[in-house]
């Protein structure tokens, strides 16, 4: 038998590699997709998974997919769950999973593996994509099978069987890291009352130590998505890492959060999202000036379905495919840029134009006088609106309330 494990080179991967080659008899694929998380955490997989006698080791870089096919989309859409979270993790699980069952594909293997606990949401996610790109998959998802109940267990596990954990990273909490953000959870984390060590952020200066001087940074957008940064054409890729680069050193996109996961409990999570957290806030600013109102409010509506999707593991899912449709058709208009104004963790939006699609007219809005606007117009329109709000409280007078 052959199986394909997602592979981090961590306590938990390391002994679950272990684990299924004794438990299932199994040649194990250790595959390790790189969505961003740094060229030392891929190096130490390679280099953990050679020592663990993987029947071969599978490195495949996904950041590409992962901006163009997941990010994008996300922020065409404004996708933010519980309106805190920017999806960093739920984003980077469609790739990974479809990574899984491709190389399962090509090396004839029967199942994919993860290390995803039972109460996570990460195991559905996983899950709910490989089986929409391959419903005959098998999974195995060992912490849902074995005896083994936490970190201890999985210590005196590795010890046990011999298992080299050099490269496995041992922090107070449970960390994962990708291009669009770092997430921490678990360990130290778990009492909401209590505040994140200092030194734990990877990705963002903590704001009271970031420069004494603001900073501006201009985004462009065509269609919606993303495509110069200060007037810099840049690709995906390296338009996330800048962007990162100028959010993080001024602390921008820490957020501490209590979320309700998709099984039903509450987990407090951290994150540092400083690249997204800027092209959300350029995004809405293009968009205020080149939306119709009723389709802008139309469209936000639905944000929170879009997000709640995301979150809960249905990227594949028709619903979640046919609501990008309609996010993706209102962005057609969405063309323009954003300055925005960064200070020591803060962001504002200091200028938005757009050339070619903006809806905003100075004419129009203007309290100096126009040729435009009839301010006496507003008179009928108020009675109309009012009429039957008048109507029912002459009722309610006549009733004695």
Same mark, same amino acid.
């Given at each position: 038998?052959?199986?394909?494990?997602?592979?981090?080179?961590?306590?938990?991967?390391?002994?679950?590699?272990?684990?299924?080659?004794?438990?299932?008899?199994?040649?194990?694929?250790?595959?390790?997709?790189?969505?961003?998380?740094?060229?030392?955490?891929?190096?130490?997989?390679?280099?953990?998974?050679?020592?663990?006698?993987?029947?071969?080791?599978?490195?495949?870089?996904?950041?590409?997919?992962?901006?163009?096919?997941?990010?994008?989309?996300?922020?065409?859409?404004?996708?933010?769950?519980?309106?805190?979270?920017?999806?960093?993790?739920?984003?980077?699980?469609?790739?990974?999973?479809?990574?899984?069952?491709?190389?399962?594909?090509?090396?004839?293997?029967?199942?994919?593996?993860?290390?995803?606990?039972?109460?996570?949401?990460?195991?559905?996610?996983?899950?709910?994509?490989?089986?929409?790109?391959?419903?005959?998959?098998?999974?195995?998802?060992?912490?849902?099978?074995?005896?083994?109940?936490?970190?201890?267990?999985?210590?005196?596990?590795?010890?046990?069987?011999?298992?080299?954990?050099?490269?496995?990273?041992?922090?107070?909490?449970?960390?994962?890291?990708?291009?669009?953000?770092?997430?921490?959870?678990?360990?130290?984390?778990?009492?909401?009352?209590?505040?994140?060590?200092?030194?734990?952020?990877?990705?963002?200066?903590?704001?009271?130590?970031?420069?004494?001087?603001?900073?501006?940074?201009?985004?462009?957008?065509?269609?919606?998505?993303?495509?110069?940064?200060?007037?810099?054409?840049?690709?995906?890729?390296?338009?996330?890492?800048?962007?990162?680069?100028?959010?993080?050193?001024?602390?921008?996109?820490?957020? *501490?959060?209590?979320?309700? /996961? +998709?099984?039903? $409990?509450?987990?407090? !999570?951290?994150?540092?999202? %400083?690249?997204?957290?800027? #092209?959300?806030?350029?995004?809405?600013?293009?968009?205020?000036?080149?939306?119709?109102?009723?389709?802008?409010?139309?469209? *936000?509506?639905?944000?929170? /379905? +879009?997000?709640? $999707?995301?979150?809960? !593991?249905?990227?594949?899912? %028709?619903?979640?495919?046919? #609501?990008?449709?309609?996010?993706?058709?209102?962005?057609?208009?969405?063309?323009?840029?954003?300055?925005?104004?960064?200070?020591?963790?803060?962001?504002?939006?200091?200028?938005?134009?757009?050339?070619?699609?903006?809806?905003?007219?100075?004419?129009?809005?203007?309290?100096?006088?126009?040729?435009?606007?009839?301010?006496?117009?507003?008179?009928?329109?108020?009675?109309?609106?009012?009429?039957?709000?008048?109507?029912?409280?002459?009722?309610?007078?006549?009733?004695?309330?």
């Amino acid at each position: 038998m052959k199986v394909v494990l997602a592979y981090s080179g961590g306590l938990d991967t390391s002994v679950i590699l272990k684990w299924i080659q004794q438990t299932y008899d199994a040649e194990v694929i250790a595959y390790t997709g790189n969505v961003g998380q740094g060229s030392d955490e891929i190096d130490k997989a390679r280099a953990a998974a050679a020592k663990s006698g993987a029947a071969d080791i599978v490195i495949e870089d996904l950041r590409e997919q992962f901006v163009r096919e997941c990010i994008f989309p996300a922020v065409r859409a404004n996708a933010v769950y519980e309106w805190y979270y920017l999806l960093g993790t739920a984003l980077a699980r469609p790739v990974i999973a479809r990574g899984l069952v491709r190389a399962a594909e090509r090396f004839g293997a029967e199942a994919i593996a993860h290390g995803a606990t039972g109460k996570g949401n990460d195991q559905i996610r996983f899950e709910l994509a490989a089986y929409a790109l391959k419903p005959d998959i098998k999974i195995i998802a060992p912490w849902r099978e074995w005896d083994l109940r936490g970190r201890s267990d999985l210590l005196a596990y590795a010890a046990a069987h011999d298992i080299d954990l050099s490269a496995a990273h041992k922090p107070e909490y449970s960390m994962d890291a990708n291009l669009m953000h770092v997430s921490y959870e678990g360990g130290v984390l778990e009492d909401p009352w209590k505040a994140p060590p200092a030194s734990m952020f990877r990705m963002t200066t903590d704001p009271e130590d970031a420069p004494d001087v603001p900073a501006w940074v201009t985004i462009e957008f065509e269609c919606g998505s993303p495509v110069a940064v200060n007037g810099e054409a840049l690709e995906p890729v390296a338009l996330i890492e800048r962007l990162n680069a100028i959010g993080g050193a001024h602390g921008v996109g820490r957020v *501490d959060i209590v979320e309700n /996961r +998709f099984l039903g $409990m509450k987990s407090r !999570g951290v994150y540092e999202t %400083p690249g997204v957290t800027l #092209l959300l806030h350029a995004h809405r600013a293009v968009e205020s000036i080149t939306l119709d109102r009723e389709v802008q409010h139309l469209r *936000d509506e639905l944000v929170p /379905r +879009f997000a709640e $999707m995301v979150y809960n !593991g249905l990227w594949f899912s %028709p619903e979640r495919e046919a #609501l990008q449709q309609f996010m993706d058709s209102v962005q057609k208009r969405v063309n323009g840029e954003a300055r925005l104004k960064l200070y020591k963790g803060h962001v504002g939006i200091e200028g938005r134009r757009s050339e070619t699609h903006t809806l905003y007219d100075e004419g129009i809005a203007t309290f100096e006088a126009d040729d435009v606007f009839d301010q006496s117009d507003a008179t009928g329109f108020i009675r109309l609106l009012a009429l039957r709000l008048r109507t029912l409280a002459a009722h309610r007078i006549s009733e004695g309330e």
